[in-house]
T-cell receptor, first 113, second 114 residues
Framework: KAGVTQTPRYLIKTRGQQVTLSCSPI?????VSWYQQTPGQGLQFLFE???????NKGNFPGRFSGRQFSNSRSEMNVSTLELGDSALYLC????????????FGPGTRLTVL | AQSVTQLGSHVSVSEGALVLLRCNYS??????LFWYVQYPNQGLQLLLK??????LVKGINGFEAEFKKSETSFHLTKPSAHMSDAAEYFC????????????FGAGTRLAVHP
């Protein structure tokens, strides 16, 4: 079974630009969650999508948004990039309930200059 | 509010020694508990999880953890460290009403020296 894939793996942007990251979950998984990992703040939950609906959202500004498609693939978008958005963005997929393990992709390393 | 505390941001052990990584959680509802490992430039890999049932949980690579409700702890252990265990370890919790939101501890970087 193929794992969670994320594209691109690395991205360099400048302040003020916007960026879209993509995540393909494991086949059969309907839940996709996104996390931001930084040295200062650690791993923080961004949002979760299940069957194309956002079910849960973390404490991030509205510049961070996402969506999920009918095939469960998900994208997250960050608009008006700030230096502090530089981070590893991790996507995770699961069957959809809290006790199910989440399978993580390798992440997208975003650098904002 | 739910939270996770990992005691010790860095732990160093000798190869063959016991590994003990500490995790305490705060929650008003029964938690689901997880340990993940992250190797450099990679995503997170699940080591083990506790949802219900037996409180001693065995995971991959010889790791195990015990859920102690009275102590609100879920410490990770391995009897004998191997060089390949050097990585960062994260304890995380989720809840039945929280869907798939994982709340992570700050992580513990494990170093294993010969």
């Amino acid at each position: 079974k193929a794992g969670v894939t994320q594209t691109p793996r690395y991205l360099i942007k400048t302040r003020g630009q916007q960026v879209t990251l993509s995540c393909s979950p494991i086949s059969g998984h309907r839940s996709v969650s996104w996390y931001q990992q930084t040295p200062g703040q650690g791993l923080q939950f961004l949002f979760e999508y299940f069957s194309e609906t956002q079910r849960n959202k973390g404490n991030f500004p509205g510049r961070f948004s996402g969506r999920q498609f009918s095939n469960s693939r998900s994208e997250m978008n960050v608009s008006t990039l700030e230096l502090g958005d530089s981070a590893l963005y991790l996507c995770a997929s699961s069957l959809g309930t809290g006790e199910n393990e989440q399978f993580f992709g390798p992440g997208t390393r975003l650098t904002v200059l | 509010a739910q939270s996770v505390t990992q005691l010790g941001s860095h732990v160093s052990v000798s190869e063959g020694a016991l590994v003990l990584l500490r995790c305490n959680y705060s929650s008003s509802v029964p938690p689901y508990l997880f340990w993940y490992v992250q190797y450099p430039n990679q995503g997170l890999q699940l080591l083990l999880k506790y949802t219900t049932g037996a409180t001693l949980v065995k995971g991959i690579n010889g790791f195990e953890a015990e859920f102690k409700k009275s102590e609100t702890s879920f410490h990770l252990t391995k009897p004998s460290a191997h060089m390949s265990d050097a990585a960062e370890y994260f304890c995380a919790v989720s809840f039945s009403g929280g869907y798939n939101k994982l709340i992570f501890g700050a992580g513990t970087r494990l170093a294993v020296h010969p």
